[in-house]
């Protein structure tokens, strides 16, 4: 028997303006009157800066001003090349590749909310007729599950940060979500299109990421397919693989043609292959710390989705379940797991755990209501008496720490921020008396205050910390300091141990010449120390002919210490 019995009025889904103002709030701050942080986010950055002012070799070969990225694939960093091409101009670079970030963001939250409307409106998944009538209909049931897989989706954690930088894997979640959005049309409806749709999502998967989570996926769907949809077991062999592999075999074979001799289509392989390892007991530590914070709040709801349906293997379940365990087991054989390599775990959870909501119990509702309304208030109240003592030094511990953090900084007062800051905070106020005071019957009543805080505490931290984090976590003030030391004739910079991050932000924010493969020894040399803060930790010993023209760090980092030097015979 199906574990869902509701009447109609549950199933009021959100207003569309509603859905797209909150999706608005989430992705926009941070766009702009933002540096490239020192992260993914400013490598990404650099792979798409150098594309958009290379040449035909910067954009087949992903590389940061001549340093070779062999384990990144290209597509998120053409779309931001293009995106610098057509609007860096106007916007500058930095915020025209930002804008990267919006459209794989629509991509993704498009596809999960379409995923759970097909899922939701098959019959399998309908709630039970009630004896009298009134029981929804299919399509708003559908809509409404759809409205409660994108609210959570946007309450993971995990997401968050992620979504936000310039980097592959705002792409690769997104990615994800519309390859789970074109399975679920497939065996929803067996057909030529569907699975053409399939093969063009996997192939786009591999040029962003790598074969290894969409041949993950596809090994999924195919014993899926053979075990229980063998109508669309036709349209994986024969549509779908061939399609998956266009692209990315016209990618390796541009690069043979145009670049001969060029090893970045081997070196690309061979990080590809090396992405994977036998399973080790840390790979499960990893996971069992990591997902349990990075997927909140959609594991719980996933699991007792799991558990409520057992009895029923539903295509959301089967299709949902069978892809996330597929990118577990991917996990486990992982040679070293990443943080952001379980992003791609993200969109089935999230349309796994919207199946779960219309059989959650009234106390579990109320226990991540109550959580999430402690929690999220706690935080913002926090983000705002720290942007407090950071504007007025009371109170005077907590502002020392704000500095002590960021030495030299100098705080700012934006009224416009501000305004926006305060207005989102009294959203969040009417959210909770609405929320709390109503007490709506609509499915997604369990997570939109958990969305609507996570939007919240980011929103807040966009504005009003918008400048201390930039100050923190930019190269801005060391790549100017470095700037004013330039010879005015050098050729070119060659470096020692400097990290790719500190590359790109050197190339745009410091304007270096960075040495290219083939050239011939430069007349500067950078040269990065890290870890220094460690006990017994030294500076590197540097041999040759050298005059130093430079040193300096980031206030806010004292780990990073960096050396600008000019050989004195050439």
Same mark, same amino acid.
């Given at each position: 028997m199906k574990p869902v019995r509701l009447p109609a009025a549950a199933? &009021? @889904?959100?207003?569309?303006w509603g859905l797209i103002a909150l999706c608005l709030l989430y992705i926009l701050p941070g766009i702009l009157r933002r540096d490239p942080w020192k992260t993914d986010d400013a490598a990404g950055f650099g792979i798409m800066w150098t594309m958009a002012h290379g040449s035909m070799a910067d954009w087949l070969s992903p590389n940061i001003v001549g340093l070779a990225m062999p384990n990144e694939a290209p597509?998120?960093?053409?779309?931001?090349?293009?995106?610098?091409? &057509?609007?860096?101009?106007?916007?500058?670079?930095?915020?025209?590749?930002?804008?990267? $970030? #919006?459209?794989?963001?629509?991509?993704?939250?498009?596809?999960?909310?379409?995923?759970?409307?097909?899922?939701?409106?098959?019959?399998?998944?309908?709630?039970?007729?009630? @004896?009298?009538?009134? !029981? +929804?209909?299919?399509?708003?049931?559908?809509?409404?599950?759809?409205?409660?897989?994108?609210?959570?989706?946007?309450?993971?954690?995990? #997401?968050?940060?992620? *979504?936000?930088? $310039?980097? $592959?894997?705002?792409?690769?979640v997104s990615l994800v979500a519309t390859t789970f959005y074109t399975a679920a049309c497939l065996f929803d409806r067996p057909n030529a299109r569907a699975a053409v749709g399939l093969g063009i999502s996997l192939g786009m998967l591999v040029l962003a990421r790598g074969w290894t989570v969409p041949l993950a996926l596809f090994v999924a769907m195919l014993v899926l397919a053979v075990a229980r949809y063998r109508e669309s077991l036709r349209g994986l062999l024969i549509i779908t693989t061939p399609v998956t592999l266009v692209m990315p075999l016209l990618w390796l074979l541009a690069l043979r043609t145009l670049l001969p001799g060029s090893e970045v289509a081997d070196a690309w392989l061979a990080a590809n292959l090396k992405l994977l390892s036998v399973p080790?007991?840390?790979?499960?530590?990893?996971?069992?710390?990591?997902?349990?914070?990075?997927?909140?709040?959609?594991? +719980?709801? @996933?699991?007792?989705?799991? =558990?409520?349906?057992?009895?029923?293997?539903?295509?959301?379940?089967?299709?949902?379940?069978?892809?996330?365990?597929?990118?577990?087991?991917?996990?486990?054989?992982?040679?070293?797991?990443?943080?952001?390599? #379980?992003?791609?775990?993200?969109?089935p959870l999230a349309v796994l755990a919207t199946f779960g909501l219309p059989t959650l119990k009234r106390g579990a509702i109320n226990a991540i209501d109550w959580f999430s309304v402690m929690t999220?208030?706690?935080?913002?109240g926090f983000i705002w008496l720290g942007w407090i003592a950071k504007q007025t030094g009371w109170p005077p511990k907590l502002a020392g720490n704000v500095f002590k953090l960021a030495p030299g900084f !100098?705080?700012?007062?934006?009224?416009?921020?501000?305004?926006?800051?305060?207005?989102?905070?009294?959203?969040?106020?009417?959210?909770?008396?609405?929320?709390?005071?109503?007490?709506? *019957?609509?499915? =997604?009543?369990?997570?939109?205050?958990? $969305?609507?805080?996570?939007?919240?505490?980011?929103?807040?931290?966009?504005?009003?910390?918008?400048?201390?984090?930039?100050?923190? !976590?930019?190269?801005?003030?060391?790549?100017?300091?470095?700037? !004013?030391?330039?010879?005015?004739?050098?050729?070119?910079?060659?470096?020692?141990?400097?990290?790719?991050?500190?590359?790109?932000?050197?190339?745009?924010?410091?304007?270096?010449?960075?040495?290219?493969?083939?050239?011939?020894?430069?007349?500067?040399?950078?040269?990065q120390d890290d870890g220094l803060r460690k006990r017994g930790a030294q500076m590197k010993k540097i041999e040759g002919d050298l005059t130093l023209l430079w040193q300096g760090r980031r206030p806010a980092d004292r780990h990073e210490f960096y050396r600008l030097y000019q050989r004195n015979s050439r």
């Open positions: 199933t &009021l @889904a959100l207003p569309r597509l998120a960093f053409w779309i931001g090349a293009l995106l610098i091409k &057509l609007f860096g101009w106007l916007l500058t670079d930095a915020v025209a590749a930002r804008i990267s $970030t #919006l459209v794989f963001f629509a991509l993704g939250a498009a596809a999960v909310w379409r995923t759970a409307f097909v899922l939701g409106r098959r019959n399998e998944a309908q709630p039970l007729k009630l @004896a009298f009538g009134g !029981q +929804p209909a299919a399509i708003d049931y559908g809509r409404t599950l759809a409205d409660g897989a994108l609210l959570i989706y946007l309450a993971c954690l995990g #997401l968050l940060l992620r *979504s936000h930088e $310039t980097a $592959t894997p705002a792409l690769h080790r007991l840390s790979n499960v530590s990893f996971l069992a710390k990591t997902l349990v914070w990075y997927s909140w709040p959609a594991w +719980p709801i @996933a699991a007792w989705a799991v =558990w409520a349906w057992r009895a029923q293997a539903t295509l959301h379940v089967t299709l949902t379940v069978s892809g996330i365990l597929a990118l577990i087991l991917l996990s486990l054989l992982a040679n070293s797991p990443k943080d952001h390599e #379980l992003l791609a775990l993200l969109p999220l208030s706690a935080i913002a !100098q705080p700012e007062f934006n009224v416009f921020a501000l305004v926006i800051a305060l207005a989102t905070s009294v959203g969040w106020l009417l959210l909770l008396r609405w929320r709390l005071g109503r007490r709506p *019957s609509v499915l =997604w009543r369990a997570v939109v205050l958990s $969305t609507g805080g996570l939007v919240l505490c980011w929103l807040l931290l966009m504005t009003l910390w918008l400048p201390w984090l930039n100050y923190a !976590q930019s190269y801005a003030s060391v790549a100017g300091e470095m700037r !004013q030391h330039l010879p005015a004739d050098y050729r070119c910079v060659d470096t020692n141990d400097l990290g790719s991050a500190q590359r790109a932000s050197f190339a745009y924010l410091g304007e270096l010449r960075f040495s290219r493969p083939g050239d011939a020894r430069c007349d500067l040399l950078l040269v």
